[in-house]
């Protein structure tokens, strides 16, 4: 469904931060896209709803390409692709709603938007998607009066009331602890399935993208170095990804991998699993 | 002093290390100085006269005279609050185009280098001499003195709001736009959010400065209580001068207290 042809960035300053990446996602796949501070993660997903303006290369979202398109239609293509945030990027001083309706900005004019008169479909959607990620009470909260995990439901439910078809997702979890990122994490791929979305996640927590996505795609010096299953990411593989490292202790263990679901559900997978990885992971992944 | 460690005196070393230099230059000074002063006119007599009026002067501020001409001081007030509300309003909203205009990250470098020199226009005069300028071409009264308010606020707000538009959070704007929001919608939802709460505390602070700047351009003819004012001193008024100056006092007093409290409430 989204389809990245030669993809290239090269800034201002001469850093080539994509090189020629070539990549699939077909629809309703949720797809980890790892490696170092730098590799183009960031740039990778913002070239394709252009935050980013790619140098070379083509884009293709079902059947219409991105790159070529006028500030119209761009604005229009962009409806369809929701972004997650690291740091959340909600308007701080704006309500939960206000900030959950700012993902119907693309559908309604300007005049209904300043004076906050959405339609009566989209305030419905965005009470029951408010409901799904459980923040009904918290309806005409300031943005910036929530925890971190709140925040990023809401981050979520503003990309989700786009009705998009692939989320675009930047570092979820980079800024919450280890048990409110698994939450964030299990919410989007659970929520990815519910609706069929498609999703490039980046992230630098290994475990995490192991644990979750079902394709992981290694990214190093803007090229694509992995491609392949959580299962397949040997030592080797790490190595190839980040560099030399004692990996032995990030790769999941077999016993993980046939654990009780339940015992993952109440955050105590990591305890289980020897001591909890984190913070190790993303160290070597800042080198 | 063969061994540094047996030095047992020390002084700072002189600021010019050429004694002739050093000396040339104090004795320069000096001379200088007492040319300049010699060549300002110094009227004895006319200080010690002077000095009596200023007597008068404070006397009347102490015992201000509110009544006699109450009418006039009255109309001026009203002059000068039509004056400083009229422009204040008007100014600011000019001044939000503006201030997006001369944002760096908002507005592409044409408009952001007309935007820029616009501020810089009005900033760069005092008001009286736009005040006085604007008199010039409109005549006397309070509409000139208006124009030199408004322009002297588009300056201010634009400039200070601009910064602030080019301090806020990237990220914000970034995520507004991957809705596919427009440039409006975005301003709207993504920096006018951010920046609302430094566009009504600076609002409030130029309430207090355009009725101070009304009194003043009164004087130079541009209406409001400072040209009562201007009036009560020709006319050796003394007492009601003092009554405007108090007046005056309080009024600013007022508006800065009130917008203190108001500022403090929207953060």
Same mark, same amino acid.
């Given at each position: 469904?989204?389809?990245?042809?030669?993809?290239?960035?090269?800034?201002?300053?001469?850093?080539?931060?994509?090189?020629?990446?070539?990549?699939?996602?077909?629809?309703?796949?949720?797809?980890?896209?790892?490696?170092?501070?730098?590799?183009?993660?960031?740039?990778?997903?913002?070239?394709?709803?252009?935050?980013?303006?790619?140098?070379?290369?083509?884009?293709?979202?079902?059947?219409?390409?991105?790159?070529?398109?006028?500030?119209?239609?761009?604005?229009?293509?962009?409806?369809?692709?929701?972004?997650? #945030?690291?740091?959340?990027?909600?308007?701080?001083?704006?309500?939960?709603?206000?900030?959950?309706?700012?993902?119907?900005?693309?559908?309604?004019?300007?005049?209904?938007?300043? #004076?906050?008169?959405?339609?009566?479909?989209?305030?419905?959607?965005? #009470?029951?998607?408010?409901?799904?990620?459980?923040?009904?009470? #918290?309806?005409?909260?300031?943005?910036?009066?929530?925890?971190?995990?709140?925040?990023?439901?809401?981050?979520?439910?503003?990309?989700?009331?786009?009705?998009?078809?692939?989320?675009?997702?930047?570092?979820?979890?980079?800024?919450?602890?280890?048990?409110?990122?698994?939450?964030?994490?299990?919410?989007i791929v659970e929520l990815c399935e519910e609706r069929g979305l498609a999703a490039i996640i980046n992230i630098h927590d290994v475990a995490l993208a192991q644990q979750f996505a079902r394709r992981i795609v290694g990214l190093r010096m803007g090229e694509v170095?992995?491609?392949?299953?959580?299962?397949?990411?040997?030592?080797?593989?790490?190595?190839?990804?980040?560099?030399?490292?004692?990996?032995?202790?990030?790769?999941?263990?077999?016993?993980?991998?046939?654990?009780?679901?339940?015992?993952?559900?109440?955050?105590?997978?990591?305890?289980?699993?020897?001591?909890?990885?984190?913070?190790?992971?993303?160290?070597?992944?800042?080198? | 002093?063969?061994?540094?460690?047996?030095?047992?005196?020390?002084?700072?070393?002189?600021?010019?290390?050429?004694?002739?230099?050093?000396?040339?230059?104090?004795?320069?000074?000096?001379?200088?100085?007492?040319?300049?002063?010699?060549?300002?006119?110094?009227?004895?007599a006319r200080i010690l006269d002077g000095l009596s009026r200023g007597w008068l002067f404070v006397k009347g501020f102490l015992t201000p005279d509110f009544v006699s001409r109450h009418e006039e001081i009255f109309e001026g007030l009203l002059e000068s609050v039509?004056?400083?509300?009229?422009?204040?309003?008007?100014?600011?909203?000019?001044?939000?185009?503006?201030?997006?205009?001369?944002?760096?990250?908002?507005?592409?470098?044409?408009?952001?280098?007309?935007?820029?020199?616009?501020?810089?226009?009005?900033?760069?005069?005092?008001?009286?001499?736009?005040?006085?300028?604007?008199?010039?071409? =409109?005549?006397?009264?309070?509409?000139?003195?208006?124009?030199?308010?408004?322009?002297?606020?588009?300056? =201010?707000?634009?400039?200070?709001?601009?910064?602030?538009?080019?301090?806020?959070?990237?990220?914000?704007?970034?995520?507004?736009?991957?809705?596919?929001?427009?440039?409006?919608?975005?301003?709207?939802?993504?920096?006018?959010?951010?920046?609302?709460?430094?566009?009504?505390?600076?609002?409030?602070?130029?309430?207090?400065?355009? =009725?101070?700047?009304?009194?003043?351009?009164?004087?130079?003819?541009?209406?409001?209580?400072?040209?009562?004012?201007?009036?009560? =001193?020709?006319?050796?008024?003394?007492?009601?001068?003092?009554?405007?100056?108090?007046?005056?006092?309080?009024?600013?007093?007022?508006?800065?207290?009130?917008?203190?409290?108001?500022?403090?409430?929207?953060?």
């Amino acid at each position: 469904m989204l389809e990245l042809k030669g993809l290239e960035k090269r800034y201002p300053t001469g850093d080539r931060a994509l090189r020629g990446v070539d990549l699939v996602v077909p629809q309703g796949q949720v797809m980890a896209l790892i490696g170092p501070s730098g590799a183009g993660k960031s740039t990778l997903i913002r070239c394709i709803n252009r935050l980013v303006e790619p140098t070379a290369g083509s884009v293709r979202l079902g059947d219409l390409e991105l790159t070529r398109l006028g500030a119209r239609e761009l604005r229009r293509a962009r409806r369809r692709m929701g972004m997650i #945030f690291q740091e959340y990027a909600l308007v701080e001083r704006l309500s939960v709603m206000e900030n959950l309706l700012s993902g119907r900005l693309g559908y309604v004019g300007f005049w209904r938007s300043w #004076f906050r008169r959405f339609p009566a479909a989209d305030i419905a959607q965005a #009470f029951a998607i408010l409901d799904r990620v459980g923040l009904t009470e #918290f309806v005409d909260k300031r943005a910036d009066a929530l925890s971190g995990g709140q925040r990023q439901r809401v981050g979520i439910a503003r990309a989700l009331l786009q009705d998009p078809d692939i989320l675009l997702v930047d570092e979820p979890t980079a800024s919450l602890d280890p048990k409110t990122s698994r939450q964030i994490m299990r919410l989007i791929v659970e929520l990815c399935e519910e609706r069929g979305l498609a999703a490039i996640i980046n992230i630098h927590d290994v475990a995490l993208a192991q644990q979750f996505a079902r394709r992981i795609v290694g990214l190093r010096m803007g090229e694509v170095v992995y491609d392949g299953p959580p299962a397949d990411l040997t030592a080797e593989v790490l190595t190839t990804i980040y560099g030399e490292e004692d990996w032995s202790r990030t790769i999941r263990r077999e016993d993980e991998e046939e654990e009780d679901p339940e015992a993952a559900r109440d955050g105590t997978a990591e305890e289980a699993g020897g001591p909890p990885a984190p913070d190790r992971e993303r160290l070597a992944g800042m080198t | 002093m063969a061994v540094a460690g047996a030095r047992r005196s020390w002084s700072p070393p002189p600021l010019i290390a050429n004694p002739w230099l050093r000396w040339a230059v104090v004795i320069g000074a000096a001379i200088y100085l007492y040319l300049a002063l010699n060549s300002v006119p110094l009227n004895w007599a006319r200080i010690l006269d002077g000095l009596s009026r200023g007597w008068l002067f404070v006397k009347g501020f102490l015992t201000p005279d509110f009544v006699s001409r109450h009418e006039e001081i009255f109309e001026g007030l009203l002059e000068s609050v039509v004056m400083t509300v009229v422009s204040t309003v008007l100014g600011v909203a000019l001044a939000l185009p503006v201030a997006l205009g001369a944002a760096k990250n908002v507005a592409p470098w044409p408009v952001y280098y007309l935007c820029r020199a616009f501020i810089a226009a009005s900033r760069t005069f005092q008001e009286v001499i736009i005040a006085i300028l604007f008199v010039a071409m =409109f005549g006397f009264g309070p509409f000139a003195g208006m124009l030199t308010i408004t322009f002297a606020t588009i300056g =201010f707000m634009a400039k200070l709001l601009a910064e602030d538009i080019e301090d806020i959070d990237r990220s914000q704007v970034e995520a507004i736009r991957a809705t596919g929001a427009s440039w409006a919608q975005t301003v709207n939802y993504a920096i006018q959010p951010q920046v609302l709460p430094r566009l009504i505390g600076l609002s409030l602070y130029r309430v207090d400065i355009n =009725f101070r700047e009304s009194a003043v351009v009164g004087i130079v003819g541009a209406g409001g209580i400072g040209a009562t004012l201007n009036t009560a =001193f020709d006319r050796y008024e003394y007492s009601v001068a003092g009554a405007i100056l108090l007046l005056i006092i309080g009024i600013v007093m007022a508006c800065e207290y009130t917008s203190g409290l108001i500022r403090r409430r929207v953060q």
